[in-house]
């Protein structure tokens, strides 16, 4: 049974269970703000997640990506579609019901300093978690802070800053080692190095690995740099346009894609070796309107290869391969130099 369709087998080490997940956003106009359509900005997304798993989730800027982790998270209600974490279903669970859940479920995001207090000090913005989850005393929340502090490359010295007096890599840092203070099971990354220096990002794209292996996390990693995601990721799944085109364990993925999309995507990677030569595959045309996505294959107005079936008829996700899954008609009709 195809794993990444809804009612689909899944590894009984799963943790994370999304199925048909949509997310519309209504557009209002008018004096009095009446709805004049809906933004589809997540439209039918289902995928799983194993213990101690790395997820990537790429695509354009704008394909759904991030409200997908924020539904994952409930900063958003969903419009349908089901979460289950851990064999239960949370996706309308009210806030008093999903409390317990709140410690398992973190976040660092993209823009460290608008997500930290600018007015709290370094150690109680990684203790306030922790406090609002256990009963501590302030030695014990400032001891717990002075260890994560150590664990994402930071001084117990630093606990008495004020974010501002961070640089923007350490901020991150701070962020992270507030999303460790509760011992979270997952941790949604959302663009967590796309702010930073380039020599920066290696080193906190590793810390991460490193956090991964020493506290057993799982990450959910939305981001649109394929090279990070290649560097960290188990498994990608890539989204055009809110839906999930593609999704194969890494090697799988940039070794073979599958889909058009996710060829273009990778044709743009920068290849370290000068001497190497890529064909770099132009998309013309712009991103359809999330407002009234095209009919059939959402690629379709881009696509090099589209052939009229694609212009009418929806792909459903199908198993090309062992656990290489795409949403692409001509999956069985590979062209000239593509989807081989």
Not at 137 to 166: C, T
Not at 215 to 234: C, Q, T
Request: proline share 7%.
């Amino acid at each position: 049974m195809n794993a990444v369709l809804p009612g689909g087998a899944a590894p009984a080490d799963t943790l994370l269970r999304v199925s048909e997940l949509r997310k519309y956003f209504p557009v209002r106009k008018g004096l009095f703000g009446a709805a004049s359509g809906e933004v589809h900005a997540v439209d039918g997304v289902s995928f799983w997640m194993r213990e101690g798993e790395t997820l990537g989730l790429v695509g354009e800027s704008g394909c759904g990506k991030s409200t997908t982790g924020k539904a994952i998270l409930r900063l958003l209600d969903p419009t349908s579609g089901t979460i289950e974490w851990r064999g239960r279903r949370i996706e309308r669970l009210g806030r008093a019901a999903m409390r317990p859940y709140r410690r398992e479920l973190q976040a660092v995001f993209q823009d460290p300093y608008s997500s930290l207090n600018p007015r709290m000090r370094a150690a109680d913005i990684v203790a306030e978690p922790l406090r609002n989850f256990e009963r501590v005393s302030r030695a014990q929340a400032r001891e717990r802070a002075a260890f994560l502090f150590e664990k994402v490359g930071l001084h117990a010295d630093q606990l008495v800053k004020f974010p501002h007096e961070f640089s923007g890599g350490q901020r991150q840092r701070l962020g992270i080692a507030r999303a460790l203070a509760v011992r979270p099971r997952l941790i949604v990354c959302d663009e967590p190095v796309s702010a930073l220096d380039v020599s920066v990002q290696a080193q906190v794209v590793n810390l991460l690995a490193d956090l991964q292996a020493d506290f057993g996390l799982s990450y959910l990693f939305v981001a649109h740099d394929l090279a990070v995601v290649e560097h960290i990721s188990d498994r990608v799944a890539v989204m055009y346009l809110g839906k999930i085109v593609e999704l194969t364990d890494r090697r799988s993925l940039f070794r073979s894609p599958q889909h058009p999309y996710t060829e273009a995507l990778l044709s743009a990677v920068p290849v370290p070796d000068p001497k190497a030569k890529r064909k770099r595959i132009i998309l013309t045309g712009d991103v359809p309107s999330p407002i009234a996505p095209p009919p059939g294959c959402r690629f379709h107005t881009r696509c090099p290869y589209a052939e009229e079936r694609c212009r009418v008829e929806e792909p459903v996700m199908k198993e090309v391969r062992p656990g290489h899954f795409v949403a692409c008609h001509l999956r069985n009709a590979p062209r000239e130099g593509a989807m081989q």
